[in-house]
């Protein structure tokens, strides 16, 4: 099992910025992957970025040039650097692993609001 604990979350002005963080324990040995989705209200989970064992980075279109994910295998956590948010930003953010490329695991979301 794989523990992943999000933090970081809140409400913030458009244009401005928040990090999340998400720490990870447990049987964190073979995660292949980790990356955030959000989830918008009446909307389906979508991926905004994902980070490979190898450092292979992908970002949804919506989040290019502003957010940043990254991975700090020494305190086994993982950050998203949000700037220049929008509204539509608004959502509870996941934060996820994949390990053996098989078991996909799900921390509890925390919840961005970005007000206009």
């Known amino acids: 099992q794989v523990q992943l604990v999000e933090s970081g979350g809140g409400l913030v002005q458009a244009g401005g910025s928040l990090r999340l963080s998400c720490a990870t324990s447990?049987?964190?040995?073979?995660?292949?992957?980790m990356g955030w989705y959000r989830q918008a209200p009446g909307k389906q989970r979508e991926l905004v970025a994902e980070?490979?064992?190898?450092?292979?980075?992908i970002y949804a279109d919506f989040v290019k040039g502003r957010f940043t994910i990254s991975r700090d295998s020494a305190k086994n956590t993982l950050y998203l650097q949000m700037n220049s948010l929008k509204p539509e930003d608004t959502g509870v953010y996941y934060c996820?692993?994949?390990?053996?490329?098989?078991?996909?695991?799900w921390g509890q979301g925390t919840q961005v609001t970005v007000s206009s």
């Open positions: 980070v490979t064992s190898g450092r292979s980075i």
């Open positions: 447990g049987s964190i040995f073979g995660i292949d992957v």
């Open positions: 996820t692993a994949l390990r053996e490329r098989i078991f996909r695991y």
